[in-house]
């Protein structure tokens, strides 16, 4: 395997420090540069060219959404896994429109920070994806749509749970066949819980849209009449039907 070299942008020296130490550690990995403001990140990609950027959100000087358009600009080809302590649909969507290919919430996992560099880099064996990340964001925007249109509301838990769990399951739909002994594991991993507290939460989410009684917007946006008033789909099955979805249209 090629050795992937990393720079961190981060203004946090304990964190930075943190995730060299992990990295140095590693086979097939090198920390290539370390940067604690948005100007000295910027600097420091441009002229070491790493494969992957850890960057902050919120960093003195240049914010870490200007460094990943700046970089672009500037001819850097690294991928970008910004990570911030800041929760929110608008940062992490706005983090995706800037170039990141993945928005981690602080505290992280570095064993799940691995995985996400690994899936960008192709420097393990990722889950192979059935569509490309240069299609993320409308995959993202089609679950936030069909969220919004069935009232499942995005500060409950059960929301980020609940997408990218289904996120998942297009990118390797058999991934449904294995929902409590992988998808929940996986999705608890990423957000650094327990796969029994991401079922409950996923499970709640449903709940409180069916709740609300937006049966009919639900038949609607999948043009046939799936569920009544009287019936509540499960987890996978929810999950399923929204990724078939998904996989239909941006194929």
Same mark, same amino acid.
């Given at each position: 395997? =090629?050795?992937?070299?990393?720079?961190?942008?981060? *203004? /946090?020296?304990?964190? !930075?420090?943190?995730? =060299?130490?992990?990295? #140095?550690?590693?086979?097939? @990995?090198?920390?290539? $540069?370390?940067?604690?403001? $948005?100007?000295?990140?910027?600097?420091?990609?441009? !002229?070491?060219?790493? *494969?992957?950027?850890?960057? /902050?959100?919120?960093?003195?000087?240049?914010?870490?959404?200007?460094?990943?358009? &700046?970089?672009?600009?500037?001819?850097?080809? %690294?991928?970008?896994?910004?990570? !911030?302590?800041?929760?929110? #649909? &608008?940062?992490? %969507?706005?983090?995706?429109?800037?170039?990141?290919?993945? @928005?981690?919430?602080?505290?992280?996992?570095?064993? !799940?920070?691995?995985?996400?560099?690994?899936?960008?880099?192709?420097?393990?064996?990722?889950?192979?994806?059935?569509?490309?990340?240069?299609?993320?964001?409308?995959? #993202?925007?089609?679950?936030?749509?069909?969220?919004?249109?069935?009232?499942?509301?995005?500060?409950?838990? $059960? @929301?980020?749970?609940?997408?990218?769990?289904?996120?998942?399951?297009?990118?390797?739909? &058999?991934?449904?066949?294995?929902?409590? =002994?992988?998808?929940?594991?996986?999705? +608890?991993?990423?957000? #650094?819980?327990? +796969?029994?507290?991401?079922?409950? %939460?996923?499970?709640?989410?449903?709940?409180?849209?069916?709740?609300?009684?937006?049966?009919?917007?639900?038949?609607?946006?999948?043009?046939?009449?799936? @569920?009544?008033?009287?019936? =509540?789909?499960?987890?996978?099955?929810?999950? %399923?039907?929204?990724?078939?979805?998904?996989?239909? &249209?941006? +194929?």
């Amino acid at each position: 395997m =090629k050795e992937v070299s990393i720079v961190i942008v981060d *203004d /946090d020296p304990e964190f !930075s420090a943190s995730v =060299k130490m992990f990295f #140095d550690g590693e086979r097939g @990995y090198r920390v290539s $540069g370390v940067a604690r403001t $948005g100007r000295e990140g910027l600097e420091t990609i441009l !002229s070491t060219a790493p *494969d992957v950027v850890l960057i /902050d959100t919120i960093l003195p000087e240049t914010d870490g959404f200007e460094v990943m358009s &700046e970089a672009r600009l500037g001819g850097s080809r %690294a991928k970008f896994i910004a990570i !911030s302590g800041i929760p929110g #649909d &608008e940062y992490a %969507a706005r983090a995706i429109r800037c170039g990141a290919g993945h @928005y981690m919430l602080k505290p992280i996992s570095f064993l !799940s920070l691995k995985n996400r560099i690994d899936e960008l880099v192709g420097g393990a064996e990722p889950v192979v994806p059935a569509i490309r990340l240069a299609q993320n964001k409308m995959l #993202d925007e089609r679950i936030t749509n069909i969220f919004i249109s069935v009232g499942i509301p995005a500060h409950i838990k $059960g @929301y980020q749970f609940l997408r990218e769990a289904i996120k998942m399951a297009v990118a390797c739909p &058999e991934i449904i066949n294995s929902i409590t =002994k992988r998808l929940y594991p996986e999705v +608890a991993g990423r957000f #650094d819980t327990s +796969a029994s507290k991401v079922e409950r %939460a996923i499970r709640h989410a449903i709940e409180v849209a069916w709740n609300k009684g937006k049966i009919e917007n639900i038949n609607q946006i999948f043009g046939v009449k799936v @569920y009544s008033g009287n019936e =509540k789909p499960t987890n996978g099955e929810f999950i %399923a039907l929204v990724a078939d979805k998904m996989l239909i &249209e941006c +194929a």
